[in-house]
T-cell receptor
Framework: AQSVTQLDSQVPVFEEAPVELRCNYS??????LFWYVQYPNQGLQLLLK??????LVKGINGFEAEFNKSQTSFHLRKPSVHISDTAEYFC????????????FGSGTRLLVRP | DAGVIQSPRHEVTEMGQEVTLRCKPI?????LFWYRQTMMRGLELLIY????????DSGMPEDRFSAKMPNASFSTLKIQPSEPRDSAVYFC???????????FGQGTRLTVV
């Protein structure tokens, strides 16, 4: 079975500051890794994904994440945040099959202050 | 493509009533998922269909919940009878091997009073 841990339920940060949202996973098999963003009253939108290859993955809106197999982590980073980045961020894993059935972490609310 | 389409966006119903949530996946996608989002439990996978066949329904909370996918372009999630603790946002998502990701609908916010 797979599980995902997002230790930070909320991360407050000032506009234009860097941010890192942490994600750790547990799995007995190899997995794909994803970050999704949810804006208020909206569905989930994919930010980025790691399937294979380079461990540094770049996504939309200036976000990037690094896969670290030894630490079973997939932390999300952005060098300079905007007010519009205020949202809920979810880390997720799926087994390496064709289903893309996702197991989600509990989410981290990013609150960007002016 | 219009994306994954869910209806209704909001539903308020009385305890004991039957509720049906609807989903139209993206054309050409062969996997469909129903998720439930609550403050207490986060995002939980309820059921997963592949090629219209239920593959994994281990997340369905109890017999009051049922899901169907009569064809590749339509799925329903039914709760009968509904209870206040079923209040949540229900998301439908679809995927295909070619896209390597799941696409989510806007969700249905269900309130059972």
């Amino acid at each position: 079975a797979q599980s995902v841990t997002q230790l930070d339920s909320q991360v407050p940060v000032f506009e234009e500051a860097p941010v890192e949202l942490r994600c750790n996973y547990s799995s007995s098999v190899s997995v794909y890794l994803f970050w999704y963003v949810q804006y208020p009253n909206q569905g989930l939108q994919l930010l980025l994904k790691y399937l294979s290859g380079s461990t540094l993955v770049k996504g939309i809106n200036g976000f990037e994440a690094e896969f670290n197999k030894s630490q079973t982590s997939f932390h999300l980073r952005k060098p300079s945040v905007h007010i519009s980045d205020t949202a809920e961020y979810f880390c997720a894993v799926s087994k390496m099959d064709s289903s893309y059935k996702l197991i989600f972490g509990s989410g981290t609310r990013l609150l960007v202050r002016p | 493509d219009a994306g994954v389409i869910q209806s209704p966006r909001h539903e308020v119903t009385e305890m004991g009533q039957e509720v049906t949530l609807r989903c139209k996946p993206i054309s050409g996608h062969n996997s469909l998922f129903w998720y439930r989002q609550t403050m207490m439990r986060g995002l939980e996978l309820l059921i997963y269909f592949n090629n219209n066949v239920p593959i994994d329904d281990s997340g369905m909370p109890e017999d009051r919940f049922s899901a169907k996918m009569p064809n590749a372009s339509f799925s329903t999630l039914k709760i009968q009878p509904s209870e206040p603790r079923d209040s949540a946002v229900y998301f439908c998502a679809s995927s295909s091997t070619a896209n390597t990701e799941a696409f989510f609908g806007q969700g249905t916010r269900l309130t059972v009073v």
